[in-house]
């Protein structure tokens, strides 16, 4: 692994604190956006989740439910659920931050955990990777050993702490509401 690629790992976390501070003093919600904005949310949330009970790190390659459809639902659920604060922020600086954030770290990110994929799993994961797309899900999901069908697992959601995103989103919001009442 690349120093360059552990800067990106490590610093992922760190930086996100300033984001969310810089994205709450440039927002500027509305009731009517905050609830779009949730709605669109609560959707990346459902993805994260749907992911997350699929999901056994370290354990075997995911590739069912919707690892069938994108190798990177936890990142594309994520991108929904940003693209809803995106629209209870209410101007488009907010946006900007998040997106510019977004850019920046998601692609090296996804392409280091590809390379980890590559080497624990080799050819498995190199036919995995040509027949699913990286990032935009396909219509068309992969159905390799029943791995479409997989069950979603309520005690992996659990092991993998996907609740946490849950409640992140639940806090987020909730600090939405109240800077659009108590600041100007």
């Known amino acids: 692994m690349s120093g360059t690629s552990n800067f990106w790992i490590r610093w992922r976390v760190r930086v996100g ?3 969310a501070l810089v994205y709450l003093a440039l927002a500027r919600p509305r009731p009517l956006l ?3 904005g949730a709605a669109i949310g609560i959707a990346g949330l459902a993805i994260r989740a749907w992911a997350a009970g699929h999901l056994r790190k ?3 390659l995911a590739k069912g439910g919707p690892y069938a459809f994108t ?3 936890l990142y594309f ?3 929904i659920l940003a693209a809803g ?4 922020a209410g101007s488009i600086w907010p946006g900007i931050v998040v997106a510019a954030y977004l850019a920046l770290f998601y692609p090296t990110v996804m392409r280091r955990e590809e390379r980890e994929l590559s080497a624990k799993y080799g050819e498995d994961f190199a036919r995995y990777a040509a027949a699913v797309p990286l990032f935009w899900p396909t219509l068309r ?3 390799a050993n029943g791995s479409a069908n997989e069950k979603f697992s309520g005690e992996l959601y659990q092991r993998n702490r996907e609740y946490q995103a849950a409640i992140g989103f639940v806090v987020g919001i909730a600090i939405l509401w ?3 009442r108590w600041m100007p």
């Open 141 to 143: 999901p992969l159905v």
């Open 85 to 88: 604060f995106i629209v209870a």
């Open 34 to 36: 905050i609830v779009i």
């Open 77 to 79: 659920g994520s991108v």
């Open 17 to 19: 604190y300033p984001v």
């Open 178 to 180: 109240a800077r659009m």
């Open 71 to 73: 190798r990177n639902p």
């Open 58 to 60: 370290h354990q075997m």
